[in-house]
């Protein structure tokens, strides 16, 4: 018999990173979940952030983007650069929109 693991999508959400020790149980989980093949690594291909100012523009991309392979949610994981916080934010329906 097979057993097949469920994801916990629906129970977790998006958070602020503002601790080392916060992002080190994070980055714990998303690194299991992958080894668990219930996410897979995907390429991040769009902008967080996007400044523009007198012509100049500058792009600001998340650290990791990881997909669900149970449910299809996305997850963007930017690492913090102390003193500058990261975050988690979860796309439910798997499709990325710039942060509002």
Known sequence: MVWK????CNERVGVKI??????EEIKEFFDAQVKNEIFKEEKVTKPFYIW???GEEKKWYATKWYKCLQCGC???FD??????SGFVRKF??????EKE
């Open 18 to 23: 503002d601790s080392m020790k916060l992002f």
């Open 74 to 76: 996305l997850w963007e």
């Open 5 to 8: 693991l469920d994801c916990d």
């Open 79 to 84: 690492y913090p650069d102390f003193p500058a």
């Open 52 to 54: 523009k100012d007198d």
């Open 92 to 97: 439910e329906n798997g499709i990325y929109y």
